[in-house]
């Protein structure tokens, strides 16, 4: 093979995936990835992480070996093709390949497989590959677990997988939020990760601090797409105008381009265009206001690389305002929560309370808005909105709760059982009926639900989304499973070895 990347090699990589330069993770990162460390991240989509995912696999393979060595566990179909474009665009001089699992050509048969070095694709379906033994991991040296919160839903194949990495295998995991899942992880797997961004990992004596209501504002609008973003960012100009006259503001753009549509767009919605910072209007370009500006409104249009330029933009501005791409919401929160700063969507006023039914039902969204992490939500809508925009979107999710059509299974059941809800509360919304199957082994035959869900998928075909609430006992188990699949799940599931028994599989009648 050829020689890893070199940093020219990076600076065209990331131009090629829509960075205007290598995001800062990147840099900060990439010589610990060289060395083979184990990273923890705290990061979302438009970090740049799956570059990093990249470089950690170009340097595996480096040493010319074939077969796969290594794989990237995402939440979702899209982001799993994003990391994979990532690392074949990282491999270009490496010879590395990379493919989607399952391949989107041919589900069942992916092309060209036996030349994978990197697999990206969902847990379950990755371990129902293995159990089939379409896919092998005894050459596996890098394990990349994409988005711990956004894989809660099937953390029990996460944890089956793990358990098959040597003591060798490199590690990264990246989370878009702080989270449980993710300190318990470095307790028991990276207690010597690399952790970034250090500021928000608490350590001894340390505590990552909550945003009060002292703390500088940055108001943000969310769009999906360039048209949206450009409409977005006059509707908010036009939202902070209807409060004072735009004397001095600067809108900072990624790119020259950017600049060339940005430009325009603002000037027919009415604003003037100026050149020179000394003139009244608005200013539009790539670099930060110059140092001594006096900037009465900032804005960021799209999400810069790095916090210090977020910085260096917004910080000297009476009023800061940052337009993104949707999928680039959790980025722009983590970066805003390292300087210390808070976010405010734009054109937000919380109502006073009222009994009146609808307006119980606004105030309940923007209750959830204001404390849920709605980072995995996000990646789960990501293809909807970039097909429809946001508002079809939330209008369609609106009609389908307020029509009473969720139905979401309450996962905390008494007794001697574990339990696990791999279906999202989203994809509950779209399914009539659930029918609980008997399958016969259980804790203490070794089992747990990622063996069950592996068994489920692997041998019947049946997608993750179409298992519900599972409940392993001691010598036996219960799974809810889509109800226009029980009978299918029964007749190929009857039979087969589950932790070296053959298992008896049948509806359960017991309620």
């Known amino acids: 093979m050829a020689d890893k990347p070199t940093s020219r090699d990076l600076t065209r990589v990331c131009h090629a995936l829509g960075y205007a330069e290598a995001p800062e993770l990147v840099e ?45 566990l995402t939440a979702t179909p899209e982001r799993a093709a994003r990391c994979a474009r990532a690392a074949q665009a990282v491999g270009a001089c490496c010879d590395l390949q990379a493919l989607v699992w ?62 098959t990495c040597t003591p060798d295998t490199q590690k990264i995991a990246c989370a878009h939020a702080a989270h449980a899942r993710l300190d318990d992880l470095l307790d028991r797997q990276l207690p010597r990760a690399r952790r970034w961004p250090e500021e928000l990992f608490p350590g ?34 036009h939202e902070v105008a209807r409060s004072g006259p735009l004397d001095q503001a600067v809108v900072r753009c990624l790119t020259e381009e950017d600049v060339l549509r940005v430009a325009p767009s603002l000037a027919a919605e009415g604003f003037r265009i100026v050149t020179g910072s000394s003139e009244v209007g608005v200013r539009v370009g790539v670099e930060p206001p110059a140092s001594g500006d006096d900037v009465g409104v900032a804005v960021v249009f799209g999400l810069p690389a790095r916090v210090d330029i977020l910085r260096a ?11 993104v791409e949707t999928r680039h919401a959790a980025q722009l929160k983590l970066m805003v929560q390292r300087l210390g700063w808070r976010l405010k969507p734009v054109g937000t006023k919380l109502s006073d309370a009222n009994t009146d039914d609808l307006h119980r039902f606004r105030a309940e969204v923007r209750s959830e808005i204001g404390s849920a992490d709605l980072g995995g939500p996000l990646l789960l809508l990501e293809p909807l909105l970039e097909e429809f925009g946001a508002e079809p979107v939330a209008a369609a999710l609106a009609s389908l709760l307020r029509g009473g059509r969720t139905s979401v299974v309450d996962a905390g059941e008494a007794g001697d059982t574990a339990t696990t809800a791999p279906a999202t509360s989203v994809e509950r919304v779209m399914r ?30 049946t997608q993750a989304a179409q298992i519900g609430l599972i409940e392993v006992r001691g010598s036996y188990s219960l799974v809810d499973v889509d109800s226009q699949v029980a ?16 298992v008896t599989v049948r509806l359960d009648r017991g309620r």
């Open 204 to 237: 001894p004596g340390k505590e990552v601090a909550e945003p009060s209501e002292r703390d500088p504002i940055v108001m943000y609008a969310l769009a999906a797409g360039e048209e949206a973003g450009l409409q977005r960012m006059g509707e908010a100009l």
């Open 432 to 461: 009539r009926a659930w029918t609980r199957v008997f399958v016969g082994v259980g804790k203490r035959d070794g089992a747990g639900p990622g063996d069950l869900v592996g068994a489920i998928t692997g041998e019947t075909g």
């Open 28 to 72: 900060d990162l990439v010589s610990a990835v060289e060395r083979g460390h184990h990273i923890a991240m705290i990061a979302a989509e438009g970090s740049g992480s799956e570059v990093l995912f990249g470089l950690a696999a170009a340097g595996v393979v480096a040493d010319g070996d074939v077969g796969l060595e290594a794989l990237v």
């Open 102 to 163: 399952p391949s989107r050509a041919d589900a069942e048969q992916p092309v060209d497989l036996p030349a994978a070095h990197l697999v990206a694709g969902r847990p379950e379906r990755v371990l129902a590959a293995i159990r089939t033994g379409r896919l092998g991991l005894g050459a596996l040296r890098l394990l990349v677990i994409d988005d711990v919160v956004a894989l809660e839903d099937a953390w029990p194949v996460v944890e089956t997988l793990l358990d």
């Open 313 to 323: 933009v917004l910080e000297r501005a009476t009023i800061r305002l940052a337009v």
């Open 487 to 502: 009978d299918e799940v029964v007749r190929k599931l009857h039979g087969i070895r589950i932790k070296g028994r053959d």
